[in-house]
């Protein structure tokens, strides 16, 4: 009894096997639930994977709207800057024509200002050219020896010319020469025949005041002892390079009295004797302004 009992339950358990595994529809539903949880997995991972892309790309295309904006801001500060250059420039270029001159007239000479260095044996010097408190060239070697020449010409024809004269004066000695005049008869009257600092043509080393034996200047007090010697000069200072830079009747032009012993050098006879068969001031012939000063 209990064999058939042990028999029947094995029976029972192995049609129960059976079953079980020739059942499809459990062993579909399974494999169904199997893909649909890889299906999961992976369309988890698939959003996990496209989410993690999208944030990086809006990260980084904040980062590029940032750059771009961050650059666009600048570009208006780069664009006025450049801008103000180019401006700067144009204005700069603009006026460039108004500095030139006419051909036959020393550039930068015809403008109220400074004198012009560059131009040498040429340049001049008024009340309306001055030249800087730095500038400081000394006695002109070339001028120096044709001075020589002159006196020693002049003596050897009987005038009384000394070998001493007054030449090269720096800014401060003029400055300190000019207070004293105007200490002496006033700014109004020593404007008429001392130039004030910066405004003399001694700075330049170019220029000379002749004395006689006793230490006046040529044609100065006693003007009828010298006469022959003023006239002589007069009309020989060109073949020396010279020319007499304040003439009579030159006054409302040079700015100063009429100065006799008053040399310049314009640095060659052929220059001096063109000067002087004009018979204009150094203003006149280069068309430069002269006259008083600007204030």
């Known amino acids: 009894m209990s064999k058939k009992i042990v028999y029947a339950l094995l029976g029972v358990m192995a049609i129960a096997g059976c079953t079980q595994s020739n059942n499809p529809e459990i062993t579909t539903t399974q ?14 991972s698939v959003l996990t994977e496209t989410t993690t892309q999208t944030e990086s790309t809006a990260i980084k295309s904040s980062i590029v709207t940032t750059s ?6 600048s570009l208006p500060i780069q664009k006025r800057q450049h801008d103000e250059y180019i401006t700067s420039s144009q204005t700069e270029t603009s006026q460039e024509p108004k500095q030139q001159s006419n051909e036959s007239t020393p550039p930068a000479e015809n403008k109220v200002g400074m004198a012009d260095l560059s131009l040498g044996y040429s340049v001049i010097v008024n009340k309306k050219h001055a030249l800087p408190a730095d500038y400081a060239p000394g006695e002109d070697e070339q001028a120096r020896v044709h001075l020589v020449k002159l006196i020693t010409d002049m003596q050897n024809l009987g005038y009384d010319i000394s070998n001493s004269y007054s030449g090269y004066r720096s800014y401060y000695v003029q400055e300190n020469l000019y207070n004293n005049y105007v200490y002496r008869d006033g700014k109004q009257a020593a404007d008429t025949y001392s130039a004030r600092p910066g405004h003399s043509e001694h700075q ?13 200047l040529l044609g100065d007090g006693n003007m009828s002892s010298h006469t022959e010697a003023v006239n002589w000069l007069a009309t020989h200072a060109h073949l020396y390079g ?20 008053h ?20 203003e ?4 430069v302004p002269g006259g008083d000063y600007a204030q």
């Open 31 to 44: 494999t169904k639930s199997t893909v649909r949880t890889q299906n999961t997995q992976m369309m988890t």
């Open 204 to 216: 330049t080393g170019l220029a000379y005041d002749l004395k006689t034996s006793n230490g006046e």
């Open 242 to 261: 010279f020319i007499i830079r304040y003439q009579a009747g030159k006054e409302y032009v040079t700015g100063y009295s009429a100065e006799p012993w």
């Open 68 to 73: 771009s904006t961050e650059h666009e801001q």
């Open 284 to 287: 006149e012939y280069y068309g």
């Open 263 to 282: 040399l310049r050098y314009v640095g060659s006879v052929e220059h001096a004797t063109q000067i002087y068969q004009s018979g204009l001031s150094l």
